[in-house]
């Protein structure tokens, strides 16, 4: 049975949550308030997915997720947002969300995300598409990125994949259009936010050897 | 009004008076013995003090710095001018003796001064200055000097109020600015942790339920995003002409109609940032109009480093092969053509592509030019 943890600030959010999710059959095995009580909770709980509202009064998403992989390295985060925080969104990804969904979602709609996180596919909206194609797009442009080879880029496929499901296209749709295999589209998908989550790695590692911060 | 920043002028005015007060009492008892009418002087300087001391304590109060306080400090220092020929007398003014007034005169000069601005100071400046040269009988150079002297100060002093005036106003302005975007910042904190989450969960439960349950889920949704809009902070943008594309886009979306967009700001002069927004605009009408009211749209917006692409795809049931053509070359694709005139005005192109099944896209392609 997939153990979900559900973090959110909101309680009558976070209980209609967990009822759809054990009523799914999930097995919901800690709901909580806070992002930093969720990481510290998050070891013993063990969750295989983590349902994560963006919006936590305490702490950002992007610490949360930080905090929660490594507690519990392999956990899959499900981001979840009341409105398009673009850039919060963006960085919740880079940290390590392999998820991202709108709260206005129906119910159907959320437990299919739940799921497919679980199962380690990557969920995205139209909008985490474009968000994700647009920071290629920085990425190959900004100067001192554009030079350096570790700089992540899409390949032309990929490119493809993402623009389509920006707009608006299923995977299935996506994978009639193009000729491709359900699993080929999903494939692409994973590999994009995948290199830009490599990328935020080793940019941060590098950031650390700079500073001088690795001797610590 | 406000006066906080001219507090320190009165003050200012009231320590002149006294310092100049004592300045005449000085000069009385020194030339008293020449004066025609000594006796006179007594009274003279009483009057002198107590109106010091009363306009000290008068102008110290906002309510008071008006007309009947500034004319009848006017008209006492015109008084004591205008008595010292009689109380000093002629010949002694003539060979430079100074009046009952001397540089006391000058307080009334600095208090309109400061009450008015720098036409009133000079107005006041002028009066005096008369008087003065009224009560000798041949023009001195020292009493030429008083009177430009007292002119200039009228006219500095005025321009130093005055540049109070405002600057406490922008002050003030600034502050309210302020403290409006906060309250605006707090409102929109208070309104995203609550009602938009309510809003949210109503919509997904009711959306579950269906009937009459799904019909208020949907009205919720669109509540939520009108909200959402209308609390969203626009992101500061780069001084300048240029506009965000994106906070022009954001405004189209709905339940219904997905906004996909860079995370970063994608700048365009205002006029092509309008234009690509009301054809993008057009373009969404015209989904309604051929899917309905409920149908979906997505909208992606790309910043290419040449141009920018803005791509709108419903999923009606798309547009035979060469259908559109036709309907082209029979000049019937009214709403595809004021989308292709608007973009073609911007030196852009615009594609549209319908496979049946899988809705219909129109991509705008506009240039960035060159400024």
């Known amino acids: ?216 | 009004m406000p006066d906080a920043l001219q507090v320190p002028l009165w003050r200012a005015i009231a320590v002149f008076r006294f310092a100049s007060m004592a300045f005449v009492v000085v000069s009385v008892i020194r030339n008293v013995r020449d004066y025609t009418h000594p006796v006179a002087a007594v009274p003279a300087v009483a009057v002198l003090v107590l109106w010091s001391v009363a306009t000290a304590a008068l102008y110290a109060r906002p309510a008071w710095r008006h007309w009947p306080l500034l004319l009848a400090d006017l008209l006492v220092t015109l008084a004591l001018l205008l008595a010292s020929p009689w109380v000093v007398g002629r010949t002694a003014l003539d060979s430079g003796a100074p009046t009952l007034a001397v540089a006391w005169q000058a307080g009334p000069v600095l208090t309109w001064a400061v009450s008015g601005g720098r036409r009133r100071g000079a107005v006041a400046a002028v009066i005096l200055g008369a008087a003065d040269l009224l009560v000798r009988d041949k023009l001195t150079q020292s009493s030429i000097t008083g009177l430009m002297l007292m002119l200039l100060a009228g006219v500095a002093v005025g321009h130093v109020a005055r540049l109070t005036v405002e600057s406490e106003q922008r002050l003030q302005r600034a502050a309210e600015l302020e403290a409006a975007g906060r309250e605006r910042e707090r409102l929109a904190r208070g309104i995203h942790d609550s009602v938009l989450q309510v809003l949210a969960m109503v919509q997904r439960r009711g959306a579950h339920l269906g009937g009459e349950a799904g019909e208020l889920a949907r009205l919720a949704g669109e509540q939520e995003a009108a909200l959402r809009a209308l609390i969203a902070t626009s992101a500061p943008t780069a001084p300048g002409p240029d506009i965000d594309l994106r906070a022009v886009l954001d405004r189209y979306a709905t339940p219904e109609v997905s906004i996909a967009a860079p995370a970063t700001p994608v700048l365009l002069p205002a006029q092509v940032a309008k234009e690509v927004g009301a054809a993008v605009g057009a373009a969404l009408d015209n989904v309604v109009r051929h899917c309905g009211g409920g149908a979906r749209a997505w909208v992606l917006l790309e910043d290419e480093p040449d141009g920018v692409v803005v791509s709108v795809r419903d999923e009606g049931p798309g547009i035979a092969e060469g259908r559109l053509a036709e309907a082209a070359g029979q000049g019937r694709l009214g709403v595809a053509q004021s989308i292709r005139g608007r973009i073609a005005d911007l030196g852009g192109t615009v594609e549209i592509v319908s496979e049946p099944g899988q809705g219909t896209e129109v991509e705008l392609r506009v240039p960035r030019v060159a400024a």
């Open chain 1, 1 to 216: 049975m997939t153990r979900v943890m559900v973090v959110d600030d909101h309680p009558m959010w976070r209980e209609g949550v967990a009822r759809d999710l054990t009523e799914a059959g999930f097995e919901v095995v800690a709901t909580l308030g806070e992002g930093r009580q969720a990481v510290r909770v998050a070891g013993a709980a063990r969750p295989d997915v983590v349902v994560l509202d963006l919006q936590l009064p305490d702490t950002s998403g992007v610490e949360v997720i930080s905090g929660l992989l490594a507690a519990v390295p392999g956990v899959r985060v499900l981001m979840l947002s009341a409105s398009g925080e673009q850039q919060s969104v963006l960085d919740a990804v880079k940290a390590g969300a392999t998820g991202y969904l709108v709260k206005s979602a129906s119910s159907q709609e959320f437990l299919e995300a739940v799921r497919r996180t679980a199962a380690g596919d990557a969920v995205f909206t139209p909008g985490l598409a474009g968000l994700v194609l647009g920071e290629y797009r920085r990425l190959a442009t900004t100067p001192d990125q554009a030079d350096d080879d570790g700089a992540p880029k899409l390949t032309d496929r990929e490119t493809e994949v993402l623009r389509l499901v920006a707009k608006g296209l299923s995977y299935r749709q996506i994978a009639e259009r193009l000729g491709l295999s359900h699993r080929t589209v999903q494939n692409h998908v994973q590999n994009t936010l995948g290199k830009l989550q490599l990328h935020n790695r080793v940019e941060l590692t590098r950031y650390a050897i700079e500073r001088g911060l690795d001797d610590a």
